[in-house]
Every structure is written in structure tokens, then in C-alpha cells.
């Protein structure tokens, strides 16, 4: 009985003005397998985060690498972090080549020389998913470039 007002309650004060519901805060319990629970316990506390603001991290980032697959047509904000070989005849000039032609998503570029061959590029990218996946796809068929890494965030 007493589990049945509860749940008027909570229609009541979905239709109106809790400032609970509308700060959006919703509680739902999962099951997970008691090992992963208990790494992601060890981890969380590591960090100083507690269960709540952690599923929120992990969800958000699920979304954003969800949408960064799936919807072509969206827009994105993130980081384009290549390693490459500066050694490599053409490419940096290459690299800036490509940064020019995509002017319009390319907001910003930080180099860093990490040692004698190797060079760390970080490229902020702020537009449409379609164009930051074709900047990715053409530098990362380029020679001389080791690794490339996309970081997108939610706004
Ligand atoms: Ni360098």
C-alpha cells in the first residue's frame, strides 16, 4: 500500500512543479556482474568519484561515442591528436595543407616535439561530424603518421 502512494507521488510530481523532477534527476537501479562492480568500485574510489557521478561520465560518454558513429548529419567538438614522424619528407607541410583546406572545422593546433623523430599534433575541431571523420580518414593514410585518436565532448 504504502509502495502505491509512492508511485502517485512520483506521476504527481512528474506533472507538477517538484524542483526535483525539474533539475532532472532521476534514480534507476542496473545489474552488472559482481567483478565488474567491484573493479569499477576500486577505480571510481581512486579518483575520488562516487557511483552516481561516474555512471554519469560512462552514460555521457557512451552518448557522445554513439552519436560521433552514428549520426553523420550532427555536429561535434573534440580533439584530433595525431603522432607522427616529422622526418618523414612532406608530411608537415602535408599536415598544415589539410588544416588549411578545412579551415572551417579547424579551430586550433598545438605541436609538441616529444623527441628526435616523433612529433605530437592536437588539432581542436569544432563541426560537422561528416567533415572531422573526412579530415581523420585522410591524414591517417598519410606516411609517417603513427596514430591518430579522435576526442569528441558533448555540448
Ligand atoms: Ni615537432
Redesign the pocket.
Known amino acids: 500500500m504504502a509502495h502505491k502512494s509512492r508511485l502517485i507521488y512520483l506521476k504527481k510530481s512528474f506533472n507538477g512543479r517538484n524542483p526535483m523532477v525539474r533539475k532532472g534527476v532521476s534514480r534507476f537501479g542496473v545489474s552488472v556482474p559482481f567483478r565488474l562492480l567491484l573493479e569499477f568500485d576500486r577505480k571510481i574510489k581512486r579518483m575520488g568519484y562516487d557511483r552516481s557521478k561516474a555512471i554519469q561520465i560512462a552514460m555521457r560518454d557512451f552518448l557522445t561515442e554513439y552519436s560521433w558513429k552514428m549520426n553523420e548529419m550532427g555536429l561535434a567538438i573534440g580533439t584530433m591528436t595525431l603522432l607522427y614522424d616529422?622526418k618523414t619528407k612532406g608530411l608537415e607541410e602535408e599536415l598544415t595543407e589539410v588544416q588549411h583546406a578545412y579551415r572551417s572545422i579547424v579551430n586550433s593546433a598545438m605541436?609538441?616535439?616529444l623527441d628526435e623523430r616523433n612529433?605530437l599534433l592536437v588539432i581542436v575541431v569544432k563541426g560537422k561530424i561528416r567533415l572531422i571523420r573526412k579530415v581523420a580518414e585522410e591524414l591517417m593514410g598519410r606516411r609517417g603518421v603513427k596514430q591518430i585518436k579522435l576526442t569528441t565532448v558533448m555540448s
Open positions: 616529422h605541436h609538441v616535439h612529433c
